[in-house]
């Protein structure tokens, strides 16, 4: 899309979007340049007793450009550093 990823570019049909969750990513690739990771979440099953088994499922495979998987990464370090933790320096007031 742009080369510069701090440029806003508007982005249509967002409620139309869906919603991606998942737990762990099983397995991964390059294919020439071609990232593609799979994402699963673990489901809960009932079984013939009383206890439940938690089942493992594909809910999406990913694939994009190295320079999108570029973007992802750079995108999933920023929202995990804006929910680190702040350690306080100095004295409080």
């Known amino acids: 899309m742009t080369d510069t990823p701090d440029t806003f570019v508007p982005i249509r049909d967002l409620p139309a979007a869906p919603i991606i969750f998942f737990e762990f990513c099983p397995t991964l690739g390059n294919n020439q340049g071609l990232i593609n990771i799979m994402l699963a979440a673990g489901i809960v099953m009932p079984t013939a007793t ?17 320079a999108a998987a570029t973007q992802l990464r750079d995108a999933i370090n920023k929202a995990l550093l804006i929910g680190a933790p702040v350690e306080q320096q100095g004295r409080s007031n």
């Open 50 to 66: 009383s206890a439940t088994d938690v089942v493992p499922v594909a809910v999406a495979h990913l694939r994009c450009s190295t």
